[in-house]
């Protein structure tokens, strides 16, 4: 079976700090990669997606980018990072398999930057 | 632009009353659509998807083109379905991958 992995569960990291958050899926190949933010009053907010190896898709400006370094292996970093920054953060993945699939969400991981 | 607009931050009910969660789209292609709803301290999930034309927990969802709309029903709300519910527009798994949500809906079915 598919599963996906995300981590750490919980940053905090001084402003003006690199960042580099992890996600891995396991049991597929060729998948749909995702990366967003919630936020409170805002919803899911898309930041970046990804259809193969170093494809990747930005949908906000922003001081974040992402990378695809393997095939199940999604990346998002940050050089310096700002207060505005803080947030929790979604990895997902989906099939290209058929039409109308389901995506699949890791457990997130929250951003604090002090 | 594509765009998923869900114009209720929360909406809270009594048990055993009507619910109906909206949601609009604006896109000019086939749109692909899809209710995900998060549990607390749970995963965000899949409810339901338009072309399965399925009942999901009570819930169905029926897309209008015409308006633009693909509102979440349920008709006898439960305790249980207090969550945050999300709208979510695919461009095509197969093609683009971009996959794009609302603003989200808390529903609060108070006892």
């Known amino acids: 079976s598919q599963t996906i992995h995300q981590w750490p569960a919980t940053l905090v990291q001084p402003v003006g700090s690199p960042l580099s958050l992890e996600c891995t899926v396991e049991g597929t190949s060729n998948p749909n990669l995702y990366w967003y933010r919630q936020a409170a009053g805002r919803g899911l907010q898309l930041l970046f997606y990804?259809?193969?190896?170093?494809?990747i898709s930005s949908e906000v400006p922003q001081n974040l980018s992402a990378s695809r370094p393997q095939d199940r292996q999604f990346i998002l970093s940050s050089k310096k990072l700002l207060l505005s920054d803080s947030g929790f953060y979604l990895c997902?993945?989906?099939?290209?398999?058929?039409?109308?699939?389901?995506?699949?969400f890791g457990q997130g991981t929250r951003l604090t930057v002090v | 632009a594509q765009r998923v607009t869900q114009p209720e931050k929360l909406l809270s009910v009594f048990k055993g009353a009507p619910v109906e969660l909206k949601c609009n789209y604006s896109?000019?292609?086939?749109?692909?659509l899809f209710w995900y709803v998060q549990y607390s301290r749970q995963r965000l999930q899949l409810l339901l998807r338009?072309?399965s034309r399925e009942s999901i927990k009570g819930f169905t969802a029926d897309l209008n083109k015409g308006e633009t709309s693909f509102h979440l029903k349920k008709p006898f709300a439960q305790e249980e379905d207090s969550a945050m519910y999300y709208c979510a527009l695919s461009l095509g798994s197969s093609n683009t991958g971009k996959l794009i949500f609302g603003q989200g809906t808390t529903l609060q079915v108070k006892p």
């Open positions: 997902a993945w989906s099939s290209k398999q058929g039409a109308n699939t389901e995506a699949f």
């Open positions: 896109y000019s292609g086939s749109p692909e």
């Open positions: 338009h072309i």
């Open positions: 990804s259809v193969g190896i170093g494809q």
